[in-house]
T-cell receptor
């Protein structure tokens, strides 16, 4: 059972570079989201999607873009990486925004130097 | 958003019960109370959730105060694998989930 799969697991970027964190789920979940977790802190919501073609901003959306062209995939794009974006990123999915357990991926550790 | 207060850390002995408290005095009437936990170097995982009545599942029990301003997660027999950060989250929808700092539970053998 794959669940929520994130790639890459580890990445080092230089300031100003762009990259995409990939997220895929195989549970036919409508709702997907991205969180970041800074050291010793809780998770903060970046962007979320309630279905293919629909995305919205969370708590900390600046510096990130998302798209949802399919139900399965929800990539997170860093447009111009900054050291403040050094964090662990978690992708998550659930049946709907108001129903179902949230399932999280294993995380992507990103360092921006 | 409902504000939550949880102890920063708690300790327990293995095979003893653990009661993890959470205050959420500003919870709205439609918010569910969710509990998730995060094991080291992993994403959070669901533990339990409830609205008004106490809830039990294979992992834990959730006791909700009658006025819903507080709740307690009960692990009946803590194991070493239960060492994690536990998050209490009052929320109506998944895009309103606010993971605070949580309670770091240490389980001693």
């Amino acid at each position: 059972n794959a669940g929520v799969t994130q790639t890459p697991k580890f990445q080092v970027l230089k300031t100003g570079q762009s990259m995409t964190l990939q997220c895929a789920q195989d549970m036919n979940h409508e709702y997907m989201s991205w969180y970041r977790q800074d050291p010793g802190m809780g998770l903060r919501l970046i962007h979320y999607s309630v279905g293919a073609g629909i995305t919205d901003q969370g708590e900390v959306p600046n510096g990130y873009n998302v798209s949802r062209s399919t139900t399965e995939d929800f990539p997170l794009r860093l447009l111009s990486a900054a050291p403040s974006q050094t964090s662990v990123y978690f992708c998550a999915s659930s049946l709907g925004s108001r129903r179902g357990t949230i399932y999280f991926g294993e995380g992507s550790w990103l360092t921006v130097v | 958003d409902a504000k939550t207060t949880q102890p920063n850390s708690m300790e327990s002995n293995e095979e003893e019960p653990v009661h993890l408290p959470c205050n959420h005095s500003t919870i709205s009437g439609t918010d569910y109370i969710h509990w998730y936990r995060q094991l080291p170097s992993q994403g959070p995982e669901y533990v339990i959730h409830g609205l008004t009545s106490n809830v039990n599942n294979r992992m834990a029990s959730l006791a909700i105060a009658e006025d819903r301003k507080s709740s307690t997660l009960i692990l009946h027999r803590a194991t070493l694998r239960d060492a994690a950060v536990y998050y209490c989250i009052p929320s109506f929808s998944n895009n309103d989930m606010r993971f605070g700092a949580g309670t770091r539970l240490t389980v001693k053998p």
